[in-house]
């Protein structure tokens, strides 16, 4: 089973960027959905972002359209996002996650990392 560590969370003020990057374990390309997710304090985890494996579309949750981009690099088995224009409610612990082909859900989560953004 995939393994997945994220990386690149810490504290940033309002209007910055920060990039996030998750290291996969095995080979994603074309094997995987990979996906970002984020958990607010007191809230459900959301959607963030998703990249395809089968062609490498992404898509993105409306509250970070256009401001969040999500790349995938099949070389070094990473995925990354990278979140510019952040704002106060961008707070929250950001999980990498893959889905197998033909799984309905995400099956493999990383272990999350936080991102701060101040007012």
């Known amino acids: 089973q995939v393994q997945l560590v994220e990386s690149g969370g810490g504290l940033v003020q309002a209007g910055g960027s920060l990039r996030l990057s998750c290291a996969a374990s095995?080979?994603?390309?074309?094997?995987?959905?990979m996906g970002w997710f984020r958990q607010a304090p007191g809230k459900e985890r959301e959607f963030v972002a998703d990249?395809?494996?089968?062609?490498?579309?992404?898509a993105y949750a409306d509250s970070v359209k256009g401001r969040f981009t999500m790349s995938r690099d099949n070389a070094k088995n990473m995925v990354s996002l990278q979140m510019t224009s952040l704002k106060p409610e961008d707070t929250a612990v950001y999980y990498c996650?893959?889905?197998?082909?033909?799984?309905?859900?995400?099956?493999?989560w990383g272990q999350g990392t936080q991102v701060t953004v101040s007012s």
């Open positions: 996650a893959a889905r197998s082909r033909g799984a309905h859900d995400y099956d493999y």
């Open positions: 095995e080979r994603i390309f074309r094997r995987y959905d």
């Open positions: 990249i395809k494996w089968s062609d490498g579309r992404t």
